[in-house]
């Protein structure tokens, strides 16, 4: 049996829009899992969004919206995105849902009773960029290591986690599970973290200096530190305590973060779930860092990476392959747009494209496109001229997926075209073609027989990588999608093609981007695309329930004291309406007489500025300025809009 596989991404802060950095995290996760559903196994993926904290405020603050309109509409662009991208999550969660704020509350009232919290006044150094406090030690220069400003001292009460309690079995914990912290570097990097005495954690904040945030169940003046309740989210997603996933996957977790965040995922999880008395996870994986043209990528210097924008000029599995490829899992990486789209002809266009139209086309000019029959050398199964390096391939593959080690497992298949196309030059099939003998024919036959078979093994073995470009691939090669390659085993398969199979004309996999002029590289990657916020989904019925009329203002005036504001009276024909709209900004009384607007005109009456307003006007709004939307031409008053 395969154990079930539990993998989680960070849930990122919805201070900012998603960039490059996200992006790898959630495409290596989601490669992880198609690769252990492919072993067989069970999985669960998740992923969403920590909404909560000063940072969430701040940026709500700036755009003067409230902290949870903010969260909604940045949460909203990291939910749409990963579609995009092919992201298979399981659950998206988000750490003001009621049910994780619920078991957030359980878990700190089962550490409080236990013992593990305590009040204390405490004077320190904090970093609001951070939201925690620092010790002297871990300031550089007497700055925050991430943010380079000075910290604040604070002085205030405030409730502590018994950290230093779970020290030594940490460390024991660390030093026992050697597969617990990887790469080994990172392991190393906590054991030294762990040399010194640890601090107990901070683990509220007076309502009086932050709201945002769940209250503390056991004192209803403070809320609860963000990262106390964001780390809690890899169990509520489970459904803890009593949740079937819960059961099914805890403790199989691994936690796939980038180095940033190693403290927070190395010390206070697994001293959290220690001291809830719920069993520590089992692995978690930390990458490097995404560089931008060598430097870091940052919204102050202006290079942070953009996906929506990749994904709409480049393709999403052209994109997945790149991050997979290019990153050495553990190590930091540099991005470039030059370097991505060299990479992209290189491996993707070339290599891979090549081999798959000119295999195709063959098979196409030589047997009319259809699988040839089988030849002498593939009867066995295992005879085949390609079958030891598909083999090779396969189980190189399988150890460096396993391991996280994308960027080897896909140069094992990259090995595998290689062959493959030296495999079509030594053999010249052009020149059996000609030939007239049998036995020419019958080699012929072997050789494009091999190459439909390791075509297919590479096609299942991108599968998780590029899920599209596989499934175009398996369409080509005449699989069917009810025989669509899902498992390991079933790629492994040697000669599973059926002579006979009648094959589709090949298409151009990945098209060549021209170097000198990639798709956009004039514009810099940096400015997100605008997107559409969209409100929720509706049916038809739900608009059919307006009732829009055409209406002729006939008289405008302003109203006292309130100056955006107009009363408008609105001629329908049938009857005249007074609605009072938000347009004197943008509109005089002079200018909007005489126009004819359209009206929500079965609006319930409401009163505003003391004056019943009959209804609404339909205007186009952006925070620059307003525009009343009018007929294109002349209608009679009252006539339906639909
Ligand atoms: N909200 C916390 C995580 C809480 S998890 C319980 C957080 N959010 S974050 O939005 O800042 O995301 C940090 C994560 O984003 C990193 O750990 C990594 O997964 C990803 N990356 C952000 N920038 C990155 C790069 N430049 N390069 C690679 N990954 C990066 O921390």
Redesign the pocket.
């Known amino acids: 049996m395969t154990s079930p596989f539990y993998i989680t991404?960070?849930?990122?802060?919805v201070n900012?829009k998603p960039?490059?950095?996200?992006l790898?995290?959630t495409v290596s996760a989601d490669v992880a899992s198609r690769f252990h559903a492919m072993l067989g196994a069970d999985t669960f993926f998740l992923t969403g969004t920590?909404e909560h904290g000063d940072k969430i405020v701040k940026a709500a603050d700036q755009e003067k919206i409230s902290p949870k309109e903010y969260a909604d509409r940045i949460s909203r662009l990291f939910y749409d995105l990963w579609p995009l991208f092919h992201i298979g999550n399981d659950k998206f969660i988000r750490t003001t849902d009621p049910a994780h704020e619920a078991v957030v509350l359980q878990i700190l009232q089962k550490i409080f009773d236990s013992g593990d919290i305590y009040f204390s006044e405490y004077e320190g150094l904090y970093c609001f960029g951070c939201e925690r406090f620092y010790t002297e030690r871990e300031l550089v220069g007497g700055k925050c290591p991430d943010h380079g400003t000075i910290p604040e001292t604070i002085k205030e009460s405030n409730y502590f986690f018994k950290m230093s309690r779970y020290q030594d079995w940490l460390i024991d914990y660390i030093q026992t599970h050697p597969e617990f912290i990887q790469p080994e570097r990172y392991r190393n990097e906590t054991l030294a973290f762990l040399r010194e005495p640890l601090e107990d954690l901070c683990i509220s904040r007076p309502k009086s200096r932050l709201q945002w945030g769940i209250t503390l169940p056991f004192d209803d003046k403070y809320v609860t530190y963000?990262?106390f309740d964001?780390?809690i989210?890899?169990i509520s997603s489970l459904g803890y305590p009593n949740g079937e996933a819960f059961r099914q996957f805890w403790p199989q977790a691994r936690h796939?973060?980038?180095?940033?965040?190693l403290k927070?995922?190395g010390i206070y999880w697994p001293i959290m779930l220690k001291a809830a008395g719920i069993e520590p996870y089992q692995h978690l994986y930390v990458?490097?860092?995404?560089?931008i043209d060598e430097s870091?990528?940052s919204k102050s210097l202006g290079n942070v990476v953009d996906p929506y924008y990749l994904q709409s000029t480049y393709g999403s599995d052209a994109i997945r392959y790149f991050l997979m490829r290019e990153m050495v899992f553990g190590l930091d990486s540099n991005f470039s747009e030059a370097l991505m789209v060299e990479r992209i002809n290189a491996d993707l266009a070339n290599d891979l494209g090549n081999l798959f139209s000119r295999v195709l086309a063959m098979v196409h000019k030589y047997f009319n496109g259809t699988v040839p029959e089988i030849a002498v050398q593939v009867q066995s199964g295992k005879n085949g001229d390609l079958f030891p390096p598909s083999r090779h391939a396969i189980e190189t593959f399988k150890t460096e997926m396993g391991n996280f080690a994308f960027h080897k497992a896909i140069l094992a298949v990259w090995d595998l075209i290689s062959v493959m196309n030296k495999y079509v030059v030594s053999n010249a099939p052009w020149d059996l073609a000609k030939a007239d003998d049998q036995k020419a024919k019958d080699r012929l036959a072997d050789i494009m027989y091999n190459l439909i078979e390791g075509l297919r093994v590479i096609a299942g073995l991108i599968l998780p990588i590029m899920p599209q470009t596989s499934l175009t691939m398996q369409k080509h090669l005449g699989i069917s999608r009810d025989n669509a390659l899902s498992s390991l085993d079933q790629i492994s398969l040697w000669g599973t093609t059926q002579p006979g199979t009648v094959l589709p004309k090949p298409v151009t996999l990945f098209p060549r981007i021209d170097i000198k002029k990639p798709a956009a590289a004039e514009q810099p990657p940096v400015e997100p695309k605008p997107l559409l916020n969209l409100k929720p989904e509706i049916a038809f019925e739900d608009v059919t329930k307006l009732d829009l009329r055409v209406g002729t203002v006939i008289q405008a005036e302003n109203i006292p004291k309130a100056n955006k504001l107009l009363k408008l009276t609105v001629d329908l024909g049938a009857e005249r309406r007074t609605i009072i709209a938000g347009i004197a900004k943008s509109y005089s009384p002079e200018e909007i007489t005489g126009k004819q607007i359209v009206v929500v005109a079965n609006l319930k009456p409401a009163k505003l500025m003391g004056i019943e307003s009959q209804g609404m006007l339909l205007a186009a709004v952006t925070e620059a300025s307003t525009t009343v939307v009018t007929p294109s031409r002349p209608m009679p008053d009252g006539a339906p809009v639909k």
Do not use: E, Q, S
């Open positions: 991404t960070p849930i990122y802060y900012a960039h490059l950095g996200h790898y995290t920590d963000v990262w964001a780390l989210n890899y796939l973060v980038a180095k940033d965040i927070p995922h990458h490097g860092y995404w560089n870091k990528m």
